[in-house]
């Protein structure tokens, strides 16, 4: 399953929200049910570091500002309020189908 | 605390070889499936293998089937990846991450950086 995000560079404020969109060239519904969307966070200079998986699902640890939705083919990473330490490369990642893959990242700014 | 640690990059020249080590602790090694995920230099994330618990069942993406091969020794707490018939495009920070659910990894090492350059 080929990953598309969106944009590729987000420039956002201090305190403003931030969503990075996530779209699968096919259906990530498992066959169990579930869907194997996570979300990962890579700082500059620093390895990746899980936020979300199963789509929306918190990793310990992970602030209530980020947040993970969506369905089928279309999924989204919201941040509520952009914090400093935020800024780095988001990559969406699907583990439904083997092999597992990743978009091509969403790289945040602070502005 | 989950802590994976990787080592074994280097300098190579083309067609030649390297094996790669990953060293885990603060959770139960044998209890997990483990991954090795790359990161060319400037590009994003690619997952290159993966093998269960046990060590019997073993994946790698088409791009380096036939010449990277994962094994893992549970008794070290230790994954390795055995590189053959490098080439330019696998230079990359190669990172071991622990398996988790399905098709996930939650928690990444440091990486490891190869170059392959005459």
Known sequence: ?111 | EVQLVESGGGLVQPGGSLRLSCVASGFTFSNYWMIWVRQAPGKGLEWVANTDQPGTQKYHVDSVKGRFTISRDNAKNSMYLQMNSLRGEDTAVYYCARGEGVGAADYWGQGTLVTVSS
């Open chain 1, 1 to 111: 399953a080929v990953m598309t995000q969106s944009p590729v560079s987000l420039p956002v404020a201090l305190g403003q929200p931030a969503s990075i969109s996530c779209r699968s060239s096919q259906s990530l519904v498992h066959r169990d049910g579930s869907s194997y969307v996570s979300w990962v966070q890579q700082r500059p200079g620093q390895s990746p570091r899980r936020l979300i998986y199963e789509v929306s699902n918190r990793d310990s640890g992970v602030p209530d500002r980020f947040s993970g939705s969506g369905s089928g083919t279309d999924f989204t990473l919201k941040i509520s309020r952009v914090e400093a330490e935020d800024a780095g490369i988001y990559y969406c990642m699907q583990g439904t189908h083997w092999p597992p893959t990743f978009g091509g990242g969403t790289k945040v700014e602070i502005k």
